[in-house]
């Protein structure tokens, strides 16, 4: 079975400083998939970034990086000089052989001016 | 090149109406998944769909709720006699026909249908 557990409800931070969104995950697939969505107040689901299991480095997009630490099962969200835009629900997800993705309960990150 | 195309964007039902919930997945895509996100929580995984194929149904509730995806048209997504408790945004996302490590990679969402039940 998969799981995905976001232990933070909610975040403040200050615009320009770099915040952490916290994601462990647990799954008995050999090789599987963990993603980061931004869910922004009017809905749509956008994709930020991608890490997978074999994965040799840990992924960046821009100002998101994945800090993904296997051994630990952890692979936390890091966003960099955050901006006002950046206030939004964040989910973090997995995905296996199965080809479904799990979502954990989600992270609110309101950046502050 | 369009995203993928939920509609209707809202959709508002009295109890024991049905609910059709419809998808259209990106151009050259032929996998599409429904989530589901009571208020206050994640999305949950209902169903995965190939042409013409059910592949994984496993979060689909066991009564009301069925999905199709045609040869042609949009994937649908039909609610039967709806309850309150169906109150939610449904989510499609769809994928290419690319081997799974990329597929998941490519995995691109709607914008939703917030579906309320009165």
């Known amino acids: 079975a998969q799981k995905i557990t976001q232990t933070q409800p909610g975040m403040f931070v200050q615009e320009k400083e770099a915040v952490t969104l916290d994601c462990t995950y647990d799954t008995s697939d050999p090789s599987y998939g963990l993603f980061w969505y931004k869910q922004p107040s009017s809905g749509e689901m956008i994709f930020l970034i991608y890490?997978?299991?074999?994965?040799?480095q840990n992924a960046t997009e821009g100002r998101y990086s994945l800090n993904f630490q296997k051994a630990r099962k952890s692979a936390n969200l890091v966003i960099s000089a955050s901006q006002l835009g950046d206030s939004a629900m964040y989910f973090c997800?997995?995905?296996?052989?199965?080809?479904?993705?799990?979502f954990g309960t989600g992270t609110l990150l309101a950046v502050q001016p | 090149n369009a995203g993928v195309m939920q509609n209707p964007r809202h959709l508002v039902r009295r109890r024991g109406q049905e609910a059709r919930l419809r998808c259209s997945p990106m151009k050259g895509h032929s996998h599409v998944y429904w989530y589901r996100q009571l208020p206050e929580e994640g999305l949950k995984f209902m169903v995965y769909?190939?042409?013409?194929?059910?592949?994984?149904e496993s979060g689909m509730p066991k009564e009301r709720f069925s999905a199709e995806f045609p040869k042609e048209g949009p994937s649908i997504l039909r609610i039967q006699q709806v309850v309150r408790g169906d109150s939610a945004a449904y989510f499609c996302?769809?994928?290419?026909?690319?081997?799974?490590?990329?597929?998941?990679?490519?995995?691109?969402f709607g914008s939703g249908t917030q579906l309320s039940v009165l």
């Open positions: 890490q997978g299991s074999y994965d040799q």
């Open positions: 996302a769809s994928s290419p026909p690319a081997s799974l490590g990329t597929s998941m990679k490519k995995l691109f």
């Open positions: 997800a997995t995905g296996g052989a199965t080809n479904k993705l799990i």
């Open positions: 769909l190939q042409k013409e194929n059910i592949i994984d």
